[in-house]
Antibody
Framework: EVQMVESGGGLVQPGRSLRLSCAGS????????MHWVRQAPGKGLEWVSG????????DYADSVKGRFTVSRDNAKNSLYLQMSSLRPEDTAFYHC??????????????????WGKGTLVTVSS | DIQMTQSPSSVSASVGDRLTINCRAS??????VSWYQQKPGKAPSLLIY???YLQRGVPSRFSGSGSGTDFTLTISSLQPEDFATYYC?????????FGQGTKVEIK
């Protein structure tokens, strides 16, 4: 059974940093592009970042570029999101998600077929 | 960035109704659109990818159509478990933007 489990969320002050993790299981983690998608409470989905299977391609939404860094460790079946200079508007549930097809990165790919339940990040003083 | 505009933002419907949700891209995305269903407190669930391909395990009452810039998600006969929020997402660009969502409520 495919599973993704996020961890690392919590309450953090504006300007501080936080690192999220996502542990994948039930599939060959190292074959798939992975994504972070966030959802502010009561709001819609916002794509945050994607990293290809071999970390050769990394993309960020404009809203987080320069502040967030995505990485992965395929040996540990894990995805990470290092968040710095956090702002109140970064408050959201952060989900990791797996691509439908292996070895597709960047554009012209399909959607995300498995998602974690998310971890809540609250940025507040 | 490619913008995705969904309509309507919310709709009230009855069990058994046929429902369509629309999504328009700000530029051509060929067939690279996915549709998701999200229920309160849950992660999104993939329904359709590449505009019209039904994800494994999704009921056949869900279908997708369109190409270029205009896309449609259709539910042929609404069931009680279909009352949820639906999102489109373009996967043509590496920056995979979502529509703002359509909330389907019980009339």
């Amino acid at each position: 059974e495919v599973q993704m489990v996020e961890s690392g969320g919590g309450l953090v002050q504006p300007g501080r940093s936080l690192r999220l993790s996502c542990a994948g299981s039930g599939f060959t983690f190292g074959d798939y592009t992975m994504h972070w998608v966030r959802q502010a409470p009561g709001k819609g989905l916002e794509w945050v970042s994607g990293i290809s299977w071999n970390s050769g391609r990394i993309d960020y939404a404009d809203s987080v570029k320069g502040r967030f860094t995505v990485s992965r460790d395929n040996a540990k079946n894990s995805l990470y999101l290092q968040m710095s200079s956090l702002r109140p508007e970064d408050t959201a549930f952060y989900h990791c998600a797996k691509d439908v097809s292996p070895f597709c990165s960047g554009g012209s790919c399909y959607g995300s077929d498995y998602w974690g339940k998310g971890t809540l990040v609250t940025v507040s003083s | 960035d490619i913008q995705m505009t969904q309509s309507p933002s919310s709709v009230s419907a009855s069990v058994g109704d046929r429902l369509t949700i629309n999504c328009r891209a700000s530029e051509t995305i060929y067939n690279y659109v996915s549709w998701y269903q999200q229920k309160p407190g849950k992660a999104p669930s993939l329904l359709i990818y590449y505009a019209s391909y039904l994800q494994r395990g999704v009921p056949s009452r869900f279908s997708g159509s369109g190409s270029g810039t205009d896309f449609t998600l259709t539910i042929s006969s609404l069931q009680p478990e279909d009352f949820a929020t639906y999102y489109c997402q373009q996967t043509y660009s590496a920056l995979r933007t979502f529509g703002q969502g359509t909330k389907v409520e019980i009339k």
